[in-house]
Antibody
């Protein structure tokens, strides 16, 4: 059974940094692309970033480009999102999602981790 | 960037009714369109991918159709647990991957 566990969220001041993690199990992590999707309070879903299976291809939404870095450790079955220069508008629940059925398909989701950017 | 427009914003129906949700793309996405369901306080769940393929464990009452710019999610006979927010999402021309703004399906 596919299982994704998000962690690392919290309260951070504007301009601060935070690193999110997503621990994966139940599938061959190193074979599939992975993604981060976020949802601001009371709002819809927003794609944040994607990384291919061997990290050769990495993509970001314009809203986070230059501030966020996606990475993965296939030996540890873990996906990361390093967030810096955080802004109030980055406040959201961040979900990791797998792409087992195909690149750009979010087939399994973590439970999400809340990031709050506030002074 | 491909913009996805969902209609209606809110749909009020009763259990047993047929629900038809629409998603229109600003340019062709071929069949690279997915549908997700999200209940309050829960994680989104993949229902349909590539326009018409049901995801693992999704009941047969959910079906997807369409290609190009116009897509439909149909729930043939609503169950109480189907009342939720539904999002469409394209992966045809990315980055960026984009989502629609959502349709809220509420009990009438």
């Amino acid at each position: 059974e596919v299982h994704l566990v998000d962690s690392g969220g919290g309260l951070v001041k504007p301009g601060g940094s935070l690193r999110l993690s997503c621990a994966a199990s139940g599938f061959i992590f190193s074979d599939y692309s992975m993604n981060w999707v976020r949802q601001a309070p009371g709002k819809g879903l927003e794609w944040v970033s994607s990384i291919s299976s061997r990290s050769a291809n990495i993509y970001y939404a314009d809203s986070v480009k230059g501030r966020f870095t996606i990475s993965r450790d296939n030996a540890k079955n873990t996906l990361y999102l390093q967030m810096s220069s955080l802004r109030a508008e980055d406040t959201a629940v961040y979900f990791c999602a797998s792409g087992i059925k195909g690149t750009g398909i979010f087939d399994y989701w973590g439970q999400g981790t809340l990031v709050t950017v506030s002074s | 960037e491909i913009v996805l427009t969902q209609s209606p914003a809110t749909l009020s129906l009763s259990p047993g009714d047929r629900a038809t949700l629409s998603c229109r793309a600003s340019q062709s996405v071929s069949t690279y369109l997915a549908w997700y369901q999200q209940k309050p306080g829960q994680v989104p769940r993949l229902l349909i991918y590539d326009a018409s393929n049901r995801a693992t464990g999704i009941p047969a009452r959910f079906s997807g159709s369409g290609s190009g710019t116009d897509f439909t999610l149909t729930i043939s006979s609503l169950e109480p647990e189907d009342f939720a927010v539904y999002y469409c999402q394209q992966r045809s021309d990315w980055p960026p991957i984009t989502f629609g703004q959502g349709t809220r399906l509420e009990i009438k």
